[in-house]
């Protein structure tokens, strides 16, 4: 198996302040707005964004939340081993409210069907918005495409792509696997 | 985290101590889930459970209703009080009945301790005991501890005593199981007619009086007085018994430390303890309550995992 870095750390945070300036010019203060991380690994995503947004951009007081969509998914019992579910956090009522969710990697578009199936559960929102850090081009399983993207990265199936954070895993970077 | 190691949950005797880490982990999930607007999650919408009670319930026969409705599964019900076994069908023939209408998970309550066992090795269809005769009721004691481990944090160490009539228990007997898995501290502490000779056996503490008993434990789990199943008289009168056995505001008032007071229901006001501890601060009760639904929540969905669909 062999790793490779596609995107380094200086590529990353430029993709992450644009991103913050393009969720500003649609969402303005974000008086009406929830950012919503995907359980496990938007989470990160979501953490360095508000950061980001208090910092460089005086953006303060974003409402978030983050979402598990374990019970959601369409794959229960068609996949081998165990589904663990992670912790939902959405104090935020977010009926007429605009979401954004945010995750790391958007690959078949499956998570994202769920996680909309999911937040439903919380609330009707006015609108419903999709952030990527990674957007993996031509793998859609489902008609879902992001709002805000951070890069677009060719890959096949067999490869994974994995996004590490300074926090997390010791530096920040985008690697992509391939299999043996 | 792997999945569960048994296919069905017949009793906490089968289970490993990682099985109960993952059904309270689970459930931790589930409690978020039945606190939200909408209580429902999708994910077992293929799945149809039937409820066999062939023993009176209410409360964990809503409980698992509740659990199953939640998570989206199709639910048939059956009491035996209106049922075939009454003309002198067999348990198999009436459960594979009830199977060929394509049903995929059991929840059975039923008078003769190991029913569930006989039915797993007889039916393909995954079995949830929900309270065999005097002896196992694993869910009861999985959503004790879950609402043990909400209380004070951890079960490793916590001291736990099991109050009551523990003989004719099969709460007592699950509690003790579990609880000694998951590394607490158990007593059992009643008459000495209603706590079997054995008990010492299970590595448990016995005692008899009450007030030592609760100065010695964190977490005291005050059993009903079972009449239903008392075919002898085990102890004098009713006023003898909660005069030696029921608890007070008295004894919680003089401890040193407070504690977490539990029952499994339904309670017997003034016999087992007063009204007034079954309304404090210290008593969890309605707390299990809510607890039992996610906890079984927890098992439906952990069970139903380990049905994986073929792709034939």
């Known amino acids: 198996m062999s790793k490779r870095e596609i995107i380094d750390s200086r590529a990353l945070n430029i993709a992450l302040n644009r991103l913050c300036c393009k969720l500003i010019e649609n969402h303005g203060d974000f008086s009406s707005s929830i950012l919503i991380g995907m359980q496990p690994r938007g989470v990160q995503v979501l953490e360095r964004i508000v950061k980001l947004l208090e910092s460089t951009y005086g953006v303060e007081g974003v409402r978030t939340g983050v979402l598990d969509i374990t019970f959601y998914r369409d794959d229960f019992r068609r996949r081998p081993g165990h589904l663990q579910p992670n912790k939902t956090r959405v104090d935020h009522l977010v009926e007429d409210q605009k979401v954004v969710f945010i995750d790391d990697v958007l690959y078949t578009g499956r998570s994202i069907r769920a996680a909309m199936d999911a937040i439903l559960s919380f609330g009707r929102p006015a609108k419903m918005e999709l952030l990527t850090l990674i957007d993996r081009r031509f793998s859609r399983d489902l008609p879902i495409q992001p709002d805000y993207k951070g890069r677009q990265v060719d890959s096949i199936a067999s490869q994974r792509v994995e996004v590490l954070w300074e926090e997390v895993d010791g530096r920040d970077a985008v690697l992509l696997t391939d299999p043996e | ?312």
């Not at chain 2, 990682?18 to 209580?39: G, H, S, W, Y």
């Not at chain 2, 409820?51 to 026969?61: G, H």
């Not at chain 2, 659990?67 to 989206?72: F, W």
């Not at chain 2, 393909?124 to 196992?136: C, L, T, W, Y």
């Open chain 2, 1 to 312: 985290m792997s999945e569960l190691s048994v296919n069905h949950l017949l009793g906490i005797k089968h289970l490993k101590s990682e099985d109960i880490q993952l059904i309270l982990d689970t459930a931790t999930q589930f409690k978020e889930v039945i606190n939200r607007p909408i209580k429902k999650v999708p994910t077992l919408r293929d799945i149809t459970v039937a409820n066999l009670f062939f023993e009176n319930s209410t409360r964990t026969r809503l409980s698992f209703e509740l659990a199953e409705k939640r998570l989206s599964a199709d639910v048939v019900n059956f009491s035996a009080a209106s049922s075939s076994v009454k003309k002198g069908e067999t348990l198999v023939d009436t459960v594979n009945n009830i199977l060929s209408m394509k049903v995929d998970m059991v929840v059975m309550r039923h008078p003769n301790p190991g029913a569930g066992e006989f039915l797993a090795q007889h039916v393909d269809a995954s079995i949830v005991n929900a309270g065999d005769g005097a002896h196992e009721h694993p869910t009861q004691a999985l959503l004790d501890a879950f609402s043990i481990r909400e209380a004070l944090g951890t079960l490793k160490g916590t001291k736990v005593a099991i109050v009551g009539d523990i003989v004719h228990s099969r709460v007592a007997l699950s509690n003790v199981l579990l609880l000694k898995k998951m590394g607490a501290e158990v007593m059992v502490c009643g008459p000495t007619t209603l706590v079997p000779k054995y008990m010492h056996t299970l590595g448990v503490k016995v005692e008899h009086n009450l007030q030592t008993a609760i100065e010695w434990c964190d977490v005291a789990n005050m059993l009903r007085v079972q009449h239903e199943r008392q075919d002898l008289k085990y102890f004098p009168s009713l006023a003898e018994y909660r005069a030696q056995y029921g608890l007070t505001m008295e004894h919680l008032d003089a401890l040193e430390k407070p504690i977490v007071v539990m029952h499994p229901g339904p309670v017997n006001r003034g016999v087992e303890i007063t009204s007034e501890v079954a309304d404090s601060e210290h008593s969890i009760i309605l707390d299990q309550v809510q607890n039992g639904v996610a906890v079984r929540m927890a098992v439906l969905y952990l069970l139903a995992e380990k049905r994986k669909l073929s792709k034939a």
